[in-house]
């Protein structure tokens, strides 16, 4: 059995994805780099070479999970400038998820400074961060799992200072038919099994993937970026590994 995700009706999304992401947890790491083959790290310092923050840059991660994108960040305005004036709220639904989050920081520079901050929360509903207060807006691998993504994308908006950006990195739709095939065995048979073998949860998995074919393809994101009123220069996004994933963004102008 599986969790059926395409016929869950929308007022009980939220609490499944809770759930799926309160078992997956302890186990999310490792199972991003042994689903990926280490890809995801690849995309992710990609993704933040895109975003190529500045020295003071003010950044929400949201859907930040066990951040990942918050720790690349903070490296990036280190290594690339020597800036320790950046900071990233790591802002995420699930307390299990940014419980790993912090025990991760406990072991960096970063710990017990300014740098970095924990909130717990909805991407639908941003209520404690102030208008035009965030130079950045990241969400990794979040976007799909939420249930009004217009809301999530409206938001990002109300959030961002003029000039900020949003940028989203996200799994996407797959063009070439021959690579789209293998990909369908990959994720449809090999990782609900990968799941059940590593995690011993084949369900959280099952969602997962289900979740990635619900979500709009490239193109259709990209105008629902714009709907929001985010400027977008050129297509609005940029494919990574044939579209397995891609980056979109946008600036508020
Ligand atoms: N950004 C991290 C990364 O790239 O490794 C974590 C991605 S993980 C696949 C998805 C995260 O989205 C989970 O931590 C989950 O709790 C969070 N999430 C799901 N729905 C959310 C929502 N409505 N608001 C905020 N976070 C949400």
Known sequence: THFGF?????????????QVFANVASKYD??????????HRLWKDHFMRTLAPTPGTKLLDVAGGTGDIAM???????ETHGDNTASVTVFDINP???????????????????????????????????????DAYTIAFGIRNCTHVDRVLKEAYR???????????????VENP?????????SFDVIPTMGQIVANDRDSYQYLVESIRKFP?????????????FTVM????????????????????
């Open 234 to 253: 050129g297509q609005g996004y940029e494919d990574l590994t044939f579209g397995v994933a891609a980056i979109h963004s946008g600036f508020k102008l």
């Open 159 to 173: 959030v961002l200072k003029p000039g900020g950006r949003f940028m989203c990195l996200e799994f996407s739709k």
């Open 30 to 39: 490792i199972m991003n780099d042994v689903m990926s083959g280490g890809v």
């Open 178 to 186: 021959v690579i789209s095939k293998v990909y369908d065995v990959f």
């Open 96 to 134: 299990n998820m940014l419980e790993v989050g912090k025990e991760r920081f406990t072991k960096t520079p970063y710990h017990n400074t300014q740098q970095v901050s924990f909130m717990e929360g909805n991407a639908e509903n941003l209520e404690h961060i102030p208008d035009n207060s965030m």
């Open 6 to 18: 395409q016929n869950v009706p929308e007022n009980m999304k939220e609490a499944l994805v809770k």
């Open 72 to 78: 690349r960040f903070l490296d990036y305005c280190k």
């Open 217 to 229: 393809p490239q193109k259709e994101f990209a105008k629902m970026i714009k709907d929001a009123g």
